[in-house]
């Protein structure tokens, strides 16, 4: 007789993004190392899956650029596409590149704060298709609009998926 001890739990994991500048596809890299070695994972940028090849997955991580407080309008497209109740059940974790809001002048850190960032619009988007998120909204920061990433923030990456990892293991 099998006991919690011995029973393995595998968690079927797929990360999806969009990358216009591969800042958001570094820090795709980097989840996928963190999670390949422990449990059965993809990885595909937006352009290479349909809405329906996210079914069958037991965890669901998705990543954009921020752009106008926005995911990307591929992957916008993308999830719009998604049926309701799609995602019944899938554990959920989404992060975004961005600017640092404090680094910004006065005006653009107003309007950065009214019109948000991409992860956590992200997050609402599948958490109405049912997913279940494990992980608050995560942003990573950019230095500029191409890049590069910030001092430290692939590290950031490592540890955010580690905590995932923990979360829903």
Do not use: C
């Amino acid at each position: 007789m099998a006991t919690r001890s011995n029973i393995i739990k595998t968690m079927n994991t797929l990360i999806i993004f969009d990358s216009l500048h591969g800042n958001t596809q570094k820090i795709s890299q980097h989840i996928f190392k963190n999670f390949s070695g422990k449990n059965p994972t993809q990885m595909y940028p937006i352009a290479q899956i349909q809405p329906a090849d996210i079914l069958g997955y037991d965890l669901l991580i998705v990543g954009s650029p921020t752009h106008g407080g926005q995911a990307t309008p591929a992957l916008q497209h993308f999830l719009s596409q998604l049926p309701p109740n799609s995602l019944k059940g899938v554990k959920l974790a989404t992060f975004d590149t961005r600017f640092d809001l404090n680094l910004q002048k006065p005006f653009l850190r107003f309007l950065m704060r009214i019109i948000g960032f991409a992860s956590p619009k992200i997050a609402t988007s599948l958490q109405s298709k049912g997913a279940q998120l494990v992980a608050p909204p995560t942003g990573f920061i950019v230095t500029g609009t191409n890049g590069p990433l910030a001092t430290n923030e692939l590290e950031k990456a490592n540890s955010w998926a580690q905590q995932i990892i923990q979360q829903v293991g």
